[in-house]
Nanobody, 125 residues
Framework: QVQLVDAGGGLVQTGGSLRLSCTAS????????VGWFRQAPGKEREFVAARRWSGGRTYYADFMKDRFSISRDVANSALYLQMNSLKPEDTAVYYC??????????????????WGQGTQVTVSS
């Protein structure tokens, strides 16, 4: 059974950094794409970043503005999101996901089948 486990969230001050991690079991990262999404209270889940697990280009939301970086560790079947220069508006629950999206759906929640449980990121002003 595929399972994703998110970790690494916490409370940080404006301008600080966090690195989120996502580990997979059951071969979840063997194919397809991996991504990060976030959901703030009262808002819809939104795309943050994604990449093909096998390599190739990465995809970022416009609001990233070079602050966030997605990476992977193939040997340990782990996915990471390095977040720098954090702002209060980055406060949300962050979710990792995996699936087989096509190019037109890689930035959408519908493109992913499996999801982590989420990890809370809170940025204080």
């Amino acid at each position: 059974q595929v399972q994703l486990v998110d970790a690494g969230g916490g409370l940080v001050q404006t301008g600080g950094s966090l690195r989120l991690s996502c580990t997979a079991s059951g071969g979840a990262f063997n194919t397809g794409a991996v991504g990060w999404f976030r959901q703030a209270p009262g808002k819809e889940r939104e795309f943050v970043a994604a990449r093909r697990w096998s390599g190739g280009r990465t995809y970022y939301a416009d609001f990233m503005k070079d602050r966030f970086s997605i990476s992977r560790d193939v040997a340990n079947s782990a996915l990471y999101l390095q977040m720098n220069s954090l702002k209060p508006e980055d406060t949300a629950v962050y979710y990792c996901a995996t699936g087989n999206p096509i190019v037109s759906t890689i930035r959408t929640t519908g493109g992913y089948r499996y999801w982590g449980q989420g990890t809370q990121v809170t940025v204080s002003s």
